[in-house]
């Protein structure tokens, strides 16, 4: 029986070189999703490089907007002004 033991406690030992093949193993894909997350992160800095220049120019736009309409209001109560000045308000 000890013939029997001895047998089955060689077979569980794995030889160093497959060792080293499942820990190449392990470190390649440990690298491959390493990788991965690398160019997932650069995406992700891109679009955020990207989207501000254009919610910027947006904001410019929508700036040039509210400053058209601040002109017209001005205009409006400056007309308004002189026709109160001139008793015209009704």
């Known amino acids: 029986m000890a013939n029997k033991n001895d047998y089955k406690n060689n077979q569980n030992v794995e030889s160093p070189e497959i060792i080293a093949a499942k820990l190449t193993l392990l470190g390649s894909t440990l690298s491959t999703i390493g990788d991965g997350l ?17 919610q910027n120019s947006q904001n410019n736009s929508h700036q040039s907007d509210q400053s058209k309409q601040i002109e017209r209001l001005q205009k409006q109560v400056d007309q308004l002004m002189r026709q109160v000045q001139r008793g015209n308000w009704l």
Do not use: F
């Open 38 to 54: 690398q160019a997932i992160a650069a995406g992700i800095t891109l679009q955020e490089l990207v989207n501000p220049s254009k």
